[in-house]
């Protein structure tokens, strides 16, 4: 297997991660951002977005974080990461779309304007609707996770991964910004996964004020 992307992305993370719950050993070509080579016809052939993570697998090549995470668990962690059961896998198809579509365009957003913008070029109310919105997703997901030890019911999924990888990113990017009760004791869980600590607690400073890829 081959991983093309750069190590401090987020989406090439969730890829890391999932690699590293499963257990298998690939070739790991860092990409994109300081080390471009994004724009080659070589890797456009492989991923026409120009963008990373992309995963070679065999015949199989696949690009989109959250397909490859789901191609991941469903093709090498039947039963665990990917549920047999349509219900549940509804549940965690259920968390990795809102995580596409609602929670991560907001957190990357706030991202962007506050950690990758120079402070001299911030925009305080941008980083302050950022916070908003980004504490409304974690809100949510602090209901769900009153109820349920991890996303999806009482063991680690794919659902997981895809949201999860943002929690480092979140804590630590020097934003005054806690995370909500239930939410701290998830991302508790999942920093002690090792497979966690290997995928997502990635020295990422090199992005500080960096606002091109
Ligand atoms: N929806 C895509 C988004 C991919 C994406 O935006 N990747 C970013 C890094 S997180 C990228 O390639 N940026 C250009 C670069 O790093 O050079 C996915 O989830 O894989």
């Not at 590293?20 to 471009?36: C, F, N, R, S, V």
Request: charged content about 25%; glycine content about 8%; overall charge neutral.
């Amino acid at each position: 297997m081959t991983l093309w992307g750069r190590e401090t992305s987020a989406n090439v993370q969730k890829v890391r991660w999932a690699l590293a719950e499963i257990g298998q050993d690939y070739e790991h070509i860092p990409l994109g951002g300081k080390y471009g080579g994004t724009r080659t016809p070589e890797y456009l052939a492989l991923n026409p977005n120009g963008l990373v993570p992309t995963l070679r697998d065999g015949d199989l090549v696949l690009w989109e974080s959250h397909a490859i995470v789901r191609y991941l668990a469903a093709r090498y962690s039947p039963g665990r990461l990917w549920p047999d059961d349509p219900v549940a896998r509804a549940d965690c198809d259920r968390w990795t779309d809102w995580t596409a579509t609602t929670f991560q365009p907001a957190w990357i957003d706030l991202f962007w304007r506050f950690y990758r913008t120079a402070p001299e070029q911030r925009d305080e109310s941008a980083i302050a609707k950022g916070v908003a919105a980004t504490g409304s997703c974690l809100g949510i997901m602090n209901g769900q996770l009153k109820r349920t030890r991890f996303l999806a019911g009482d063991h680690l999924t794919y659902a997981d991964i895809v949201a999860g990888t943002a929690m480092y990113r979140l804590t630590t990017m020097d934003l005054d910004m806690a995370l909500p009760d239930n939410v701290a004791r998830w991302h508790g869980e999942l920093r002690a996964r090792a497979p966690y600590r290997l995928g997502v607690e990635v020295d990422y400073s090199e992005l500080a004020g960096r606002s091109s890829a």
